[in-house]
């Protein structure tokens, strides 16, 4: 999926900041659907003992929390590094999100997600792969357009977007690994990585949208999403 954003970034690259609003906020939308629809009920059921829901709910609006406050952490550090100033107000100054570095570390809990997803239940986990994978084509877009239009080669381009989207893969075999120890790991391995992925949708790709294209159609975007992704799941 990033490497097929890729080449359709490299198309699009003089294409203006509207489309990339509308498709990274339709991304988004998917994400929050995945989390919502898919990987939170199923880290619940994961995590009941004893057959106490509770407990799951527990374990698993715990473990979001934690995926939430990592990824907040690592964009902190970023920020720092970086030199770059937390409240952001043009689009240049979001420049770091677009890094390969940034992009790979958002990556990686989606990948745990695919792997953790597909242990505890082998269709969720290729449904899950599908919807991660078409949320990854805009986000790859947002990493070969602006790398095409500052003058970097296609090829390279493509490239370089496509090796921002193996930490999918990473994350997909440590989602494996820590879900293989029992149920409960697989729930919390699932439920930290919808967390990151809410962060990074509310956090990143949301107010980055907004700043690409000002008004109501970068939300419009995100629920088109959020209800597209629900048909998916109910429906397949």
Same mark, same amino acid.
């Given at each position: 999926?990033? %490497?097929?954003?890729?080449?359709?970034?490299? +198309?699009?690259?003089?294409?203006?900041?509207?489309?990339? *609003?509308?498709?990274? *906020? +339709? /991304?988004?939308?998917?994400?929050?659907?995945?989390?919502? +629809? &898919?990987?939170?009920?199923? $880290?619940?059921?994961?995590?009941?003992?004893?057959?106490?829901?509770?407990? %799951?709910?527990?374990?698993?609006? *715990? *473990?979001?929390?934690?995926?939430?406050?990592?990824?907040?952490?690592?964009?902190?550090?970023? #920020?720092?590094?970086?030199?770059?100033?937390?409240?952001?107000?043009?689009?240049?100054?979001?420049?770091?999100?677009?890094?390969?570095?940034?992009?790979?570390?958002?990556?990686?809990?989606?990948?745990? @997600?695919?792997? /953790?997803?597909?242990?505890? #239940?082998?269709?969720?986990?290729?449904?899950? @792969?599908?919807?991660? /994978?078409?949320? #990854?084509?805009? &986000?790859?877009?947002?990493?070969? /357009?602006?790398?095409?239009?500052?003058?970097?080669? @296609?090829?390279?381009?493509?490239?370089?977007?496509?090796?921002?989207?193996?930490?999918?893969?990473?994350? $997909?075999?440590?989602?494996?690994?820590?879900?293989?120890?029992?149920?409960?790991?697989?729930?919390?391995?699932?439920?930290?990585?919808?967390?990151?992925?809410?962060?990074?949708? +509310?956090?990143?790709?949301?107010p980055q949208a907004t700043l690409m294209e000002e008004g109501r159609v970068p939300a419009v975007s995100m629920l088109v999403g959020i209800v597209c992704t629900m048909l998916f799941v109910y429906l397949f």
């Amino acid at each position: 999926g990033t %490497g097929i954003g890729g080449v359709i970034g490299v +198309f699009l690259k003089n294409k203006g900041s509207k489309v990339m *609003s509308r498709v990274l *906020s +339709f /991304a988004g939308g998917v994400m929050v659907g995945i989390v919502a +629809f &898919e990987m939170v009920p199923e $880290a619940v059921s994961e995590t009941i003992v004893d057959g106490k829901q509770w407990t %799951g709910v527990l374990i698993a609006v *715990s *473990s979001v929390v934690v995926g939430i406050l990592s990824i907040y952490g690592l964009n902190k550090l970023l #920020d720092v590094l970086e030199n770059v100033r937390e409240t952001h107000r043009k689009p240049a100054e979001l420049h770091h999100e677009t890094a390969i570095i940034a992009i790979a570390l958002h990556n990686f809990p989606e990948g745990m @997600a695919i792997g /953790a997803s597909g242990l505890a #239940d082998k269709s969720a986990g290729i449904l899950v @792969a599908i919807m991660i /994978a078409i949320h #990854d084509i805009p &986000e790859g877009m947002t990493i070969s /357009a602006p790398l095409a239009g500052g003058g970097v080669g @296609a090829w390279k381009a493509i490239g370089l977007t496509a090796l921002a989207g193996f930490a999918t893969v990473i994350g $997909a075999g440590i989602g494996l690994l820590v879900g293989g120890l029992g149920a409960i790991a697989t729930g919390i391995c699932m439920g930290f990585a919808g967390g990151a992925m809410l962060y990074v949708t +509310f956090c990143e790709i949301l107010p980055q949208a907004t700043l690409m294209e000002e008004g109501r159609v970068p939300a419009v975007s995100m629920l088109v999403g959020i209800v597209c992704t629900m048909l998916f799941v109910y429906l397949f």
